[in-house]
């Protein structure tokens, strides 16, 4: 299986920007297509930013024209660059994917996202 571990978290104030990094530790199979997730407290986990094998990305409305999501598969890292942070994008953020062979979700150990107004 493999690991993912999320790092990048931090405070920040709201207007300011914070880069998310998961690295792998190894190659995410083709079949599988990871993303990043965000949980605020009592909220459900929620899907922020997805990125197919082929660069085909997908966003939450939310985070639309001020997140980017990117992977560097060199490295079998995934990024997260959020611009233009709010307050209510406050939560903890996690890189996970759903492994179609394995029928598991396979999810990092999450980093927090702290905006202050």
């Known amino acids: 299986q493999v690991q993912l571990v999320e790092s990048g978290g931090d405070l920040v104030q709201a207007g300011g920007s914070l880069r998310l990094s998961c690295a792998a530790s190894g190659t995410i199979d083709s079949a599988n297509i990871p993303g990043w997730y965000r949980q605020a407290p009592g909220n459900q986990r929620e899907l922020v930013a997805s990125?197919?094998?082929?660069?085909?990305?997908n966003y939450a409305d939310s985070v639309k024209g001020r997140f980017a999501i990117s992977k560097d598969n060199a490295k079998n890292t995934l990024y997260l660059q959020m611009n233009s942070l709010k307050t209510e994008d406050t939560a903890d953020y996690y890189c996970?994917?759903?492994?179609?062979?394995?029928?598991?979700?396979?999810w990092g150990q999450g980093t927090q996202v702290t905006v202050s107004s």
């Open positions: 996970g994917f759903y492994d179609v062979y394995s029928t598991n979700w396979n």
């Open positions: 990125i197919t094998p082929s660069g085909i990305t």
